[in-house]
Each structure stands twice: as C-alpha cells, then as structure tokens.
C-alpha cells in the first residue's frame, strides 16, 4: 500500500495543520536551492514565479517558443472557485464534495479539500495580477454555472478564461526571469531526468533549434507537463501536448497513477475527414444555455429546422431533469454516444448532436426587450436582441464554430460530438506533490491527485494555479529544508553523463531506423486502438486485443518509421517521434489500466459493469484505490494499491437525476 | 456548405537555418479538401515529403484553435492570410479554390529573425513583457477579489486588449515591423484597471525603451496592424500607449 | 527618463514629427488666407501690403524663421525614423498587401513628404528668396506712404509658365496626399483616439487639410495662368 502522507486530524483542519508544521527554509538558503520547472502552463508558470519570488534559483523549461504558449491558454469556460459571491449557498465544503462526487469517488479526499480551500485565493491572486474577468455593472466579479454543480461559482473571462489566467501567471512568471530568479528555456524539451542516490537531482534537455543536449542540475524537479489526451491521436489538446516528461519519470520510477481515466468532452466540433489534426472544443459553457437534443425518428435526414419541436429528442433533460443539460462531462459524453450508436445521430457522418441556442436567443430576445421598455416588439426583433446577448456571451466561441465548419450558428443549431479532452490520471504523487522519487514533483494536470475518475468543468484551471501559487511553495521547503547543505552539484557528475550518453543513443537509434513511414502514420494508428477500444466505452476483450495490437504497433514503429532531416538541427518530426514512442508505450499501460479496473466509474465505461439504465457502476469494495503502476520496463508494470478512505463523503451511486 | 476538393501550387520559403540564405520552393498540393485547415493542408504537403525522402516544411504551430499565438504564415501578402480576425490554424482552404497559386512566406523582421523555413524567433516579445507586463504583486498578497470594483466598460475594455495573443502578426503586417500594437495592448489592458496604476508610468517608459533596443520599427499609424490581428485589438490601445508615455515621460522626475 | 532619452525614443520622435506637424498645418492655414489676396483684381494691392507687412514685422519674422527650423527638424526627424523603419524589415516580402490592410496615403508619407521638401525648396527660391534679398520692382498704392515690392506682378509673371504650375500643383497634390494621413495620423501619435471626436477630426483632416486647402492652394496658380 501507498501512503500519501496525509496530515492527521478533521479534513478541514489539515492544511492549516500542515502549513503551521512543515519545515521551512530560510531566505538566505533559498538562493542556494535550484529547483526546475518542467512546463510553463498555469501549474508550471505559477510554480516558478511562485518559487521565484520565494528567492529560489529556477530554471524554466518549456518545448513552445515562449511561455505564454503552454496549451492552458486554451481552456475556454471558467475557473471554480468556492467565494460564494452569488450569495447561493457556495462553500468550501461544497466545493469539495461536488469534486468528489463529480469524480465518481476516486479522488483523495485531503487533496481535494485543500484545493477547495485555496480556490478563492487563486482568484484575489489573479484579480491582483490584472486578470480581466467578466464583472457586472456594479464593477464586481460576475459568475456562470459549470456542469454537475447547482450553484454559480464560474469565473470567468468570456471564452478565454485559460488564456487570461495563463497569460497573469505568465506576467508573473516574465517579472521573475527580469529580476533574474527564473531562467527562462523556451523550445527546449525535457529528455530525462538525472537521479543520484536515488534522488531527482537534474535533467537532460535538448536544445530544440540546435539540437544540443544540455544538462541541468536541480535540487528538485517539477513536472507541469500537462496531460496526455494526445495518446488518442485526434484531442482537444494542442499538437505538442504529449506525455514525454511524464514518462521519463515514469521510467526512472516515479509510479503513473490510473492512467485509464480520461475525459471524453461532450461539446466538440465533430470530425470533418481523414485530414483531421486535431479536435476543437465549444466550452462546457455553452451547456448553460444550449439544448442537446437528436431527432425522435432513427436515420432522420430532415434539416434541424425542418424537424418540430414534438419530434426532436432533449434526451439529457429526459434523462436527467434535476442537472438536465448540465451533467457532468462522462455522464453528457455517453448519453451521446449511446443515442449516435442507436441510430439517431445527425450531419452527415451521423456521429453527432444537436446543441441548439434557439430558445436561449428567443428568452434572452424577451428579457432585453423587457430591459429596454419595448413592448409589442415582433419574434424577429426579439430573436436579433437575442442573438445580440448571445454573441456577447458566446461571441468568441461562435465564430470559431462558424470559421472551423462554415455553417452559422446563430441560425442553425451546431453539431457536437465527444472528444478526448483532459486526462485525469498522471504521475502518482502525495500530500505533498511528491512522485515516489524524491525530489521529484508534479503539479496540475501532469499529476493525477484531485480529479479522481471524472473532472468537473472549471477545475481543471483552479488545481493547475492551486498546485502552483498555493500549494507546492510550501510543500516543497518540507523536502528542500534537508537540501541545504547539499551543493549544486556539478553537471559533469557521472550521473548526467550517462542520463545523457542514454538519450543520445535513444535519439540516434531513432534516427537510425530510416523506414517508410511517417510518425504522423503511427501515430494515427495508435490514436485509432486507443479511441476504439480504450475510448468512452471499454470491454476485457477489446482491450487484451488492444493491448496486443499497441505491442505490434510499437514493433513496426521502431523497424520502420522515418525521420527526415538530422538530429543536430530544427527537427520537428525528431521531436514527435519522441514522443509517439512514449505514446506507444503509455496506451499500452492505459489498456492495461482499463483492464485491471473492472468496475465503470467517471470517464471510465467498462460495459460489463453498468447498471439497468445504462449508467456506470462503481464497486467500492474492490476498486475503491489508486492504482499507480511502476515502470519495469517495456511492457513489465507492477501494481501498487493506494486506498482511498473516505471520511467525510459516503460514497454513493453518483445520481444527477 | 459545400464540399470540394483543389489542386494547389504553393511557393514556400525554404531556409535551413538562420544563416542560410532562403529560397522560395514550388510544391504541389493535391486533393486538397475545402474542409481542412490551412496547416492541416501543410501536414498533407509535409506527408508528402516525408514519403518522397525529402525534408517536410518546419512551421511553428501548436493548439491550433487560434489562441496561442505560435502559428505565423504571411500567405498570399496577409498575415495569417486572407480570413480577417483568424489565424493560420482556423484559416480553412475554402477560402481558395481550384488552380492557385498561394506564396507562404515567414514572418519579416529584423527583431524576429528566421530560424528555419516559416519559423521564426519571436523571443524579442517575451523580453518586452519582461521589461514591464506585469502587475508587481508577489503570491500570497492578494486581497479580496471583489475589493477592487472595476467599471464594467473599462473591464471590458482591459480584457479586448488583454485578448492579445502575441503573435506577431502586427509586426508581421505593418510596413515598418513595428510591434506597437502588441506593446499597446498590454500597456493598455493594465492602465485601464486599478491594479495597473501603480506602476503605470515605468510600465510604458520601460516597454517601449525594450521595443525600440529590440529593432521594431516605430508606429505610422497605417492601421495594417489592427486589419491583420486575428483577435481584431483596436488602434485605440496604441493611442493610450502614447497617452500613457507621454504622461510618463512628461511627469516622472528620474 | 530623460528628456534627451525621452525624445530618442520611437514614440518620442513621432511627437516631434507630430507637433511640427500640426505646427506646419496652421501655418498652411495662415499662408492660404494670404496667398488668396493673389486672386483679388486689385492691381495687387492686397497682396502686396500683406507681404510688405509679413516681410517686416518682426515677430513674423522670428516665426518665419522658426517655420523653416520646424520644416527642417520635420524633415529630417522623420527621415531618421524612415530610415530605422526601412531596417526594421531586412529582407523585404515577395507579396505584399497593397491596399487591403491600410490605406496608400498612409504608406506614402516619405514620398509625398520628400516631393513637398523638393517643392518648397523650389518655392522658397523663385518667391521668398528674391523678395528678401534682391531688387524687385515696386509699386505705389493709394494710402500706402511709400512704393513697396510689386511681388504680386512677379507671381504673376512666374504662372505664365505652363511648367511651374504644373510644378505647384504636383506640389499641392503631394500637400494634400501627406496631410489626409498626416492630420489624423498626428492625433493618434498625441493618443487622442476618441469615439465621440474622431468623427471630426477625420472629416477637417480630410476634407479641409486633404482636399480644400490643398485644393485653395493649387487653384491660384491655374486661376492666373488661365486668366493671362
């Protein structure tokens, strides 16, 4: 058994307790301790300023070519935050219990209730920082709703809330590299980490321009890499995003906690062709005011507005009035699918639904004529004061939707199916951030620590700037308090000698391979065994056949893929054969992952475990644990349980009827 | 929408590294669909040349939903092409048809020098925010959030500015490489809240003194800039620039 | 900052170009409400006492040459800046936008700038130098005590000359092309961009600056060549 060396004493007294005991290191010392920072996105970015204004020496890694870039920037909706401004019965508590209800009980309950704890704190953070929120007219702050909550504690600023948190952490994290506490690594990539006596003790970085491997020394290292949706080829996720660093810990035994639960995103825009690189998502946000509907008749091939509202099926607030079109993510994700695989699909390749702003724009239309004393006003007055609201809300969104398909949105409803979005698995770590190799950290999405098997909207922006602003800066002087007598060791160290000679060989066999095709090619194939059999809905046969055919793939990849150019240089498809081999090397332990965990829970449908009405079924007496697998090799995991007891939660069938 | 499929010729920069010379290379791009995206167009011109043995095109590009900002192509004489208020990676091929020709080219500036083929070093924008784009407010010294009310037009003005994702398409587009409207917006995003105020004048005296050692040319107020910005920032943030620095340069006593 | 700092600055040298700009535009102003008195059938009398009086007053005379000064530093300020700008971009692009994304004027603020410099070098020569400092017949008017430079009859003489009007309007056109971007231009270097005033800003940038005072100006040359 794991232990995540959790504080004793009530849950909501913990972090407190903690903060009030742990070791801390004097400033003097400080400037001494060199800690690196894999990542700049809201995690990375926030823990390097963070730990910059501390006094600490940190070098900052990132593979873009600024640290704006880090695909955070994307995340559209909104942060959570438990402030309780909207004066309808928000806490700190609930805050906590809706994470770990909405992550169907497979969360730690201390993280998650230390995450609601600083959750408010994040947002005087970045309100300070000039984050330019959406407010009210009176000035103040103003919020939205976010799936599986019934309160309104969504901050947000319209469609990019990711990209103002990111860019204040950025600001932040820019002021610290002038006061020279951070360096800054842009297009740089982490290769492998550098262990001495068992601790994490540096890095081996490659040079992405020119091609040059560097070593670095740390007296820790922080992966804020992100998470690993890219696995499945076609994500939400940017086209760098990628699992490397992650996994060079993994491979130098830092365990990687239940990497079969992913987030399928219920609102994307559907798949166009062949072509197709990547998957963009409407926000969650959109779930506010859109209603999802498909058509009552099978293989209906009427337009959307040629359909009648008697005829049309809002299968979500049919089967879940009480959070209708605002369940949580798994539970909207599968409601489509099982409606598409019937047979009631729409668009032409008939994997899609319908996500309609029809009535939102007439209601909308009403309550501004209302506002502005018009009375009388005809439905196409109403319907172009709604479409007003509505651009103004949604604006940003829209367009994208219109540019990415050519159709107008504001006059028919857009098609939407799921897509692989957020993974909420990653690097086990503790209480205290901590991977089970010393010294070794991960933070935000790169860690799998508060999401449990299914994230909520809106959190995943608040655990990325909590782990970063308010919890690691702290956590981190509890391990570093012991490092001060250590000295920066020198880089020549036989250690990072033979960590580089590793990566060298790693790159050169690689480009030795000269095959025929390209990684792109792999890659697509490995995303497709992902998507199919390790996708929304999982079984024991699919995935053993999954499990075999990844082996063959990776065979194949290593005999015949081909990398042009040289490794001394600018080599983009050098970078991304890199990272499919991780790739082909973590789908194949996500199926195994999926395999072991018999049950259904959150974003993870194993179809033998489902109830009567097709809802996911836990089973708490079995898989009520962490499964965090260690490395031993290609192919060779070990299982190491860590169980989750909760204290506070009773575990129940999560219900959002 | 309807659906077609064109056949491409496109004269593409090609240059090793910084020090090589560059030259245009003449590709053919096949069966091109109007429905992928114009970097979705370049995987399939790069798969192409990877089958051919051949070295594909290094571009940069990454969330490819038009936000980040790593995306940067000058097509057919346009930053970001044709589509106004869009980037490269939500530019689509229906905005061409059968038969053309398009020329991508890099990014031309002195201060943003090109590293290979379309990718360019914009390193110069992040040493600007360093020199003062950001609100001086260490972790931990934050108050309550709603303690600072903020006019609503005035926030919504700060978050248009702050919509800047530092492409560089600006620059790219003014005929005098000037980065003006990337220094504007955030100069501007943070004179118009109350957390920006304190430091307000160091912030525009510092980032513009950074702008001009970095080699961007000055402001001609040609508007090119404000046409080429996928995220449509308005002039008006460069006027509050020059407000700003000349009530900076005019008041501050050092 | 410095001052010395302040005004080597991008934006501190494009107030100096703005300034002397809007400087250079009210003295258009004032020289069109002079040079109109040409067009009056009065033997010239108007004209000629109105250039008596700015040749010698000596406030106007001081202004005079501080005009000359502000040309100059307008000039050559902005020189400096269109020689920076041009570096800013090394290698030059293939295609280029053309007037999709900003308007010609805007583009041609050197070149328009550069025919005015050429022009008013040219002016200066024919008219003010020899008014200053040669022998140029007078002439005598009722109520004026004494007989003064008839500069009147040499302007006269000079549009006789088909080249020279062409010349001057060439000028002209120049004048208003530089100032249909340059007025407006010059608001939005001193940061005054406002939704409720732009309106009219623009509307005298373009059409009093741009078209009617360049326009004034153009038309007495014509006028006198075509009345000869």
């Given at each position: ?21 742990c070791?801390?290191v ?39 070519d ?30 906590f ?23 408010g ?13 959406a ?48 360096t ?24 992405l ?9 740390g ?52 798949v ?13 946000s959109?779930?506010n ?59 032409t ?45 949604y ?34 770590v ?69 960590a ?19 990684v792109?090619f ?9 998507w199919?059999?390790?996708g929304?809905a ?52 996500m ?8 049950e ?44 989750l ?13 | ?15 090793k590294?910084k ?13 091109i ?24 095109i ?14 940067s192509?000058?097509i ?21 048809k ?9 990014w ?16 110069a ?5 360093e ?33 800047c ?54 402001c ?21 620039l ?13 | ?59 106007i ?54 025919i005015?410099?050429i ?10 130098a ?55 231009s ?11 005033y ?22 007495i ?7 000869k």
């Amino acid at each position: 058994m794991l232990n995540a060396k959790i504080p004793a004493g009530p849950l909501n007294t913990k972090w407190e307790d903690y903060k009030g005991h742990c070791k801390l290191v004097n400033p003097a010392n400080k400037r001494n301790l060199e800690i690196i920072v894999i990542g700049t996105g809201l995690a990375g970015a926030s823990a390097a300023a963070s730990l910059g204004e501390l006094g600490y020496k940190v070098k900052a890694f990132c593979f873009q070519d600024s640290p704006r870039r880090a695909h955070s920037i994307a995340a559209q909706g909104g942060i959570n935050a438990a402030k309780n401004y909207q004066n309808d019965g928000d806490s700190v508590y609930r805050l906590f219990y809706d994470t770990v209800k909405g992550g169907d009980y497979r969360a730690r309950e201390a993280n998650v209730h230390r995450l609601a704890e600083v959750s408010g704190n994040i947002i005087d953070q970045c309100v300070a920082q000039g984050v330019p929120f959406a407010r009210e007219y009176g000035g103040l702050l103003s919020n939205r709703s976010f799936g599986g909550t019934q309160v309104q504690r969504t901050f947000y600023a319209a469609g990019q809330t990711g990209q103002q948190l990111l860019l204040g952490a950025y600001s932040a994290l820019e002021r610290q590299v002038a006061l020279g506490n951070v360096t800054m690594y842009s297009r740089h990539e982490m290769l492998d980490i550098v262990k001495i006596d068992g601790k994490a003790r540096g890095i081996i970085a490659r040079n992405l321009i020119t091609g040059q491997l560097e070593r670095h020394f740390g007296h820790a290292v922080l992966i804020c890499s992100g998470g690993y949706g890219n696995v499945f080829f076609l994500s939400t996720n940017a086209m760098g995003s990628n699992v490397t660093a992650a996994w060079k810990a993994t491979q130098n035994g830092a365990y990687f906690a239940n990497p079969c639960f992913t987030q399928i995103h219920p609102t994307c825009i559907p798949v166009s062709g062949d072509h197709q690189s990547k998957l963009t998502l409407m926000s969650e946000s959109l779930r506010n005011d859109g209603r999802i509907w498909v058509p009552k008749k099978k293989d209906d091939n009427r337009k959307a507005s040629d359909i009648p509202e008697e005829e049309r099926d809002y299968y979500l607030e049919r089967r879940y009035p009480a959070f209708g079109n605002l369940v949580p993510r798994d539970v909207a994700s599968r409601a489509a699918k099982e409606r598409c695989d019937a047979g009631y699909g729409v668009g032409t390749s008939k994997q899609a639904v319908y996500l309609d702003f029809a009535a939102a724009i007439e209601r909308y239309g009403s309550i501004e004529a209302n506002k502005r004393q018009m009375h009388g006003v005809s439905k196409e007055e109403i319907i172009k004061l709604g479409k007003e609201v509505v651009a103004e809300k949604y604006g940003n969104l829209f367009d994208m939707y219109a540019k990415i398909t050519g159709e107008n949105p504001y006059e028919t409803p857009m098609r939407i199916y799921p897509a692989v979005h957020y993974t909420m698995g990653g690097l086990w770590v503790d209480y205290e951030l901590q991977t089970t190799v010393p010294g070794l950290y991960s933070l935000g999405e790169a860690n799998f620590s508060d999401h449990g098997a299914n994230r909520l909207g809106a959190s995943a922006l608040m655990q990325g700037l909590a782990d970063g602003y308010f919890v690691l800066p702290y956590t981190i002087g509890n391990y570093l308090a012991d490092e001060i007598r250590v000295k920066a060791i020198p880089t020549d160290h036989p250690a990072f000698a033979e960590a580089e000679s590793k990566v060298r060989d790693r790159i050169a066999k690689l480009m030795s391979i000269k095959g025929t095709k390209s990684v792109d090619f792999f890659h697509k194939k490995l995303g497709k065994i992902m998507w199919d059999k390790c996708g929304m809905a999982r079984n024991e046969q699919g995935l053993k056949e999954a499990i075999e055919e990844i082996k063959a793939l990776r065979a194949e990849f290593y005999k015949d893929v081909r990398i042009p150019g040289d490794e001394n240089e600018f080599n983009p498809e050098l970078e991304k054969a890199g990272r499919v081999a991780d790739f082909l090397e973590l789908g194949e332990l996500m199926c195994i992952d999926a395999l072991n965990r018999r049950e259904s829970c959150g974003g993870h449908f194993r179809e033998e475990s489902q109830t009567e009405e097709g809802e996911a079924k836990r089973d708490d007496e079995n898989f009520s644990y962490v499964a965090a697998w260690e490395y031993k090799g290609p192919s060779d995991y070990v299982l190491h349980k860590e169980e989750l007891v909760f204290e506070e939660v009773k575990p129940t069938q999560r219900s959002y009827k | 929408m309807e659906h077609y499929n064109m056949n491409l010729t496109l004269k593409v920069w090609r240059q090793k590294n910084k020090n090589d010379q560059g030259r245009f290379e003449t590709l053919q791009a096949k069966n091109i669909s109007s429905e992928m995206s114009f970097l979705e167009m370049f995987d399939v011109v790069n798969e192409e040349l990877i089958n051919e043995g051949k070295e594909p095109i290094a571009f940069d590009h990454d969330c490819r939903e038009g936000i980040c900002g790593m995306c940067s192509m000058h097509i057919n004489g346009r930053a970001h092409g044709p589509w106004d208020g869009t980037t490269t990676c939500q530019l689509h091929m229906r905005a061409f048809k059968d038969g053309d020709t398009i020329t991508v080219e890099p990014w031309r500036a002195g201060a943003f020098p090109v590293l290979k083929d379309l990718t360019v070093d914009r390193s110069a924008f992040d040493r600007i925010i360093e020199a003062g784009g950001y609100v001086s407010v260490n972790t931990g010294n934050a108050q309550d959030a709603n303690n600072i009310p903020v006019e609503k037009h005035k926030a919504d003005l700060a978050f248009a500015a702050a919509a800047c994702i530092g492409c560089g398409a600006c620059v790219a587009a003014c005929k005098n490489s000037s980065a003006m409207l990337f220094v504007s917006a955030k100069v501007s995003q943070l004179a118009l809240l109350p957390q920006g105020q304190p430091e307000k004048r160091t912030r525009a005296l510092n980032m513009v003194a950074q702008m001009d050692k970095e080699g961007f040319g000055s402001c001609t107020n040609t508007g090119a800039c404000e046409a080429e910005c996928p995220k449509e920032i308005s002039l008006t943030n460069i006027a509050r620039l020059n407000r700003e620095f000349i009530n900076a340069g005019f008041t501050t006593e050092k | 900052m410095k001052w010395s700092q302040f005004f080597n600055t991008s934006i501190g040298k494009k107030l100096l170009v703005g300034a002397t700009g809007f400087f250079l535009c009210s003295f258009v102003l004032v020289h069109l409400a002079g040079n109109l008195q040409l067009l009056y059938k009065d033997g010239g009398k108007a004209f000629n006492t109105y250039a008596q009086f700015m040749g010698h007053n000596s406030l106007i005379q001081f202004l005079a040459w501080g005009l000359k000064i502000v040309i100059v530093l307008h000039a050559f300020v902005a020189l400096q800046l269109t020689i920076s700008n041009r570096a800013a971009r090394p290698v030059k692009y293939q295609v280029n936008p053309g007037n999709q994304t900003s308007s010609w004027f805007s583009r041609q603020m050197a070149i328009m700038g550069s025919i005015l410099l050429i022009f008013i070098v040219v002016h200066l020569a024919q008219l003010w130098a020899p008014f200053h400092y040669s022998d140029m017949p007078t002439q005598s008017y009722e109520g004026v005590s004494e007989p003064i430079k008839d500069l009147y009859s040499v302007t006269y003489a000079l549009f006789q000359n088909p080249l020279w009007v062409v010349l001057y309007v060439v000028g002209m056109a120049a004048l208003s092309f530089h100032l249909i971007h340059g007025f407006k231009s010059a608001f939005q270097t001193f940061g005054l961009n406002h939704s409720k005033y732009n309106g009219l800003i623009n509307f005298i940038g373009l059409w009093l600056f741009g078209i009617a005072i360049p326009v004034a100006f153009a038309a007495i040359p014509v006028v006198i060549y075509l009345n000869k």
